[in-house]
């Protein structure tokens, strides 16, 4: 099994869910929080490898959601400029293991990558389960 790094905001429900899928997949989770962490450019960019600009933001962040940010507008440089000032905006989890970095949970993905074990009985564990009630997240935690 690996030592996975995994960037969350603390407090959040799926962040909780998806690190203890990793944990009972036999991998050991060092967690840190998305939204104090120290990121630049250079240290953010690469968790979004080739995915387009869009699938970088985190959907379910209230400045999304209300439309004041709109992510199919969004260049690279403009999203990374957007998510330093606001790090509620970046997709998540980031998740590094041995260098290799990605953003988001997909179950399949993650299986494919390190190993999740019977990732198709684990569900959504990527969209905010507060959207459902109307109660989207609005800061540092649920």
């Given at each position: 099994?690996?030592?996975?790094?995994?960037?969350?905001?603390?407090g959040c429900r799926n962040n909780t869910r998806q690190k203890a899928l990793l944990e009972a997949a036999g991998h050991t989770v060092e967690a840190h929080s998305l939204l104090t962490h120290p990121w630049t450019a250079e240290t953010l960019r690469p968790f979004f490898a080739?995915?387009?600009?869009?699938?970088?933001?985190?959907?379910?962040?209230?400045?999304?959601?209300?439309?004041?940010?709109?992510?199919?507008?969004?260049?690279?440089?403009?999203?990374?400029?957007?998510?330093?000032?606001?790090?509620?905006?970046?997709?998540?989890?980031?998740?590094?293991?041995?260098?290799?970095?990605?953003?988001?949970?997909?179950?399949?993905?993650?299986?494919?990558?390190?190993?999740?074990?019977?990732?198709?009985?684990?569900?959504?564990?990527?969209?905010?389960?507060?959207?459902?009630?109307?109660?989207?997240?609005?800061?540092?935690?649920?």
């Amino acid at each position: 099994m690996v030592h996975v790094v995994f960037y969350e905001k603390p407090g959040c429900r799926n962040n909780t869910r998806q690190k203890a899928l990793l944990e009972a997949a036999g991998h050991t989770v060092e967690a840190h929080s998305l939204l104090t962490h120290p990121w630049t450019a250079e240290t953010l960019r690469p968790f979004f490898a080739d995915k387009p600009v869009a699938d970088w933001f985190n959907k379910a962040a209230p400045r999304v959601k209300s439309g004041e940010v709109d992510p199919t507008a969004a260049t690279a440089d403009s999203a990374l400029a957007m998510m330093l000032a606001e790090p509620l905006l970046i997709r998540r989890p980031l998740i590094e293991v041995a260098g290799e970095r990605r953003c988001g949970f997909d179950p399949e993905a993650i299986d494919t990558w390190i190993g999740l074990g019977e990732p198709e009985h684990v569900g959504d564990v990527e969209t905010c389960p507060n959207l459902a009630n109307g109660n989207p997240c609005k800061h540092g935690r649920e």
